[in-house]
């Protein structure tokens, strides 16, 4: 699979380029008036993983490569946006092709940063954008549903099923409901591929001054209340606190979140929750003892497509996978330990991959 896309929304001057600077570690312009980002600021992002720096260490490898995200910081979404307000086509054609929304709200009080809409408001900044996803849904459905029903009775009964399964779509929509919470997960996954927005898994990250680390203001515990009473997650971030960590060296940055009684930074914990989203787990290859290298694949992958994503050239000629996991490995100390202790396996075509394998593939050239 192509890297994993994540797209950052939010109404402008939520800090969504705040954000954007510290996964990435650039410095695209930041500013306290709306629609600063007017292209699309795009990075790639690692994401982090213990495991393959230990089993690095334990080789002495040359070469690291993690797992990589790419990351999109898009133009701030305003009312209207679903009739082109603001810069509103531009901002939903571009997510469109995203696999994760993280939607930053902005809670933070911060008076020479203007709002949108006046006033700092969470509830009623989530409640704008959801309505604007679900109208801009609404809008491709319907021209959907019309061409279809056009042909609906000389087309076979998979399109007859496509045709209710659109209608029971569109009346979500119209209630105001968005699809990824009222549809099942086999439905939402037949209508993936039209790229819905409010099917996209999506992950609310609050932006709260530093302050609320220690007690939480007005507008964040209203905001925690009412996704509550949604049945929501949100993962809560200051997002400029973040960007001036990531300025710190390791062992600097470390002492700083003890400091603050965090265990993991808020952006290494965004980014694994990005994975859970998507059910994706990782496996590793050792190439020659100088490479270690990180795969995202999907839950459920199977070792010949595992192999297909190294190199074509393995999934053509695979024979044999060789499999032990990086918890192993590393206890063994090599993987020749490994073998000799039966703590690596020989695995065919159609072995699932769990998620920390380490993969030694056999192949014909």
Same mark, same amino acid.
């Given at each position: 699979?192509?890297?994993?896309?994540?797209?950052i929304?939010?109404?402008?001057n939520?800090?969504k380029?705040?954000?954007f600077?510290?996964?990435t570690?650039?410095?695209? +312009?930041?500013?306290?008036?709306?629609?600063?980002?007017?292209?699309?600021?795009?990075?790639?992002?690692s994401?982090p993983d213990d495991?393959l720096? =230990?089993?690095?260490?334990? !080789?002495?490898? /040359? @070469?690291v490569?993690?797992?990589?995200? @790419?990351?999109?910081d898009?133009?701030?979404?305003?009312?209207?946006?679903?009739?082109?307000e603001?810069l509103?086509?531009e901002?939903l054609?571009r997510?469109?092709?995203?696999d994760?929304? !993280?939607e930053?709200?902005?809670?933070?009080?911060?008076? @020479?940063?203007?709002?949108?809409e006046?006033?700092?408001?969470?509830?009623?900044?989530?409640?704008? *954008?959801e309505?604007e996803?679900?109208?801009s849904?609404?809008?491709i459905?319907?021209?959907?549903?019309t061409?279809?029903e056009?042909f609906v009775?000389s087309?076979? =009964?998979?399109?007859?099923?496509?045709?209710?399964?659109l209608?029971?779509?569109? /009346?979500h929509?119209e209630e105001?409901k968005?699809?990824?919470?009222?549809?099942?997960? +086999?439905?939402?996954?037949k209508l993936s591929e039209?790229d819905?927005l409010?099917?996209k898994?999506l992950v %609310?990250?609050?932006?709260?001054d @530093?302050?609320d680390?220690?007690?939480a203001?007005?507008?964040?515990g209203?905001?925690r209340? %009412?996704?509550?009473?949604e049945? $929501?997650?949100?993962?809560?971030i200051?997002? #400029?606190?973040e #960007?001036?960590l990531g300025d710190?060296l390791? $062992?600097?940055? +470390?002492?700083?979140?003890?400091?603050?009684s965090?265990?993991?930074?808020?952006?290494a914990?965004?980014l694994?929750r990005?994975y859970?989203?998507?059910d994706? *787990?990782?496996?590793?290859?050792i190439?020659g003892g100088?490479?270690v290298?990180?795969?995202?694949?999907?839950?459920?992958?199977?070792?010949l497509?595992a192999a297909g994503k190294?190199h074509?050239d393995?999934?053509?000629?695979?024979?044999?996978? /060789?499999?032990?996991?990086a918890?192993?490995?590393?206890e063994?100390?090599?993987?020749?330990?490994?073998k000799e202790?039966?703590?690596?396996?020989? $695995?065919?075509?159609?072995c699932?991959l769990q998620?920390g394998?380490?993969?030694?593939?056999?192949f014909? /050239?």
């Open positions: 699979m192509a890297s994993l896309s994540v797209g929304i939010g109404l402008p939520a800090g380029s705040t954000l600077n510290a996964l570690h650039t410095k695209v +312009q930041v500013a306290s008036f709306p629609f600063t980002t007017v292209s699309p600021n795009v990075g790639m992002v994401v495991r720096e =230990k089993l690095a260490r334990l !080789i002495g490898s /040359e @070469e490569t993690p797992a990589t995200v @790419e990351l999109v898009v133009a701030g979404l305003v009312r209207g946006a679903h009739k082109g603001g509103g086509n901002f054609s997510i469109r092709g995203m994760v929304l !993280i930053v709200v902005r809670c933070f009080q911060k008076d @020479e940063v203007a709002h949108p006046g006033k700092v408001d969470p509830v009623r900044d989530i409640q704008i *954008i309505l996803l679900i109208l849904d609404l809008q459905l319907e021209r959907r549903l061409k279809l056009k009775k087309t076979p =009964k998979e399109n007859k099923d496509r045709l209710i399964l209608k029971k779509a569109k /009346e929509l105001g968005s699809l990824r919470k009222v549809l099942s997960e +086999q439905d939402c996954h039209g819905f409010t099917i898994p %609310y990250v609050p932006n709260v @530093e302050d680390f220690a007690s203001s007005p507008p964040l209203e905001l209340q %009412y996704l509550l009473g049945g $929501e997650e949100a993962m809560e200051c997002a #400029e606190l #960007e001036e710190l390791p $062992e600097e940055r +470390q002492e700083f979140l003890r400091e603050l965090v265990r993991e930074g808020g952006l914990r965004l694994k990005t859970e989203l998507l994706l *787990i990782t496996f590793f290859t190439t100088r490479e290298r990180a795969w995202p694949v999907r839950r459920g992958t199977t070792s497509q190294v074509s393995m999934e053509r000629g695979f024979i044999r996978a /060789e499999v032990t996991s918890n192993e490995l590393l063994a100390g090599s993987f020749k330990t490994a202790e039966g703590k690596v396996r020989t $695995e065919g075509k159609e699932r998620d394998d380490v993969i030694h593939f056999i014909s /050239e």
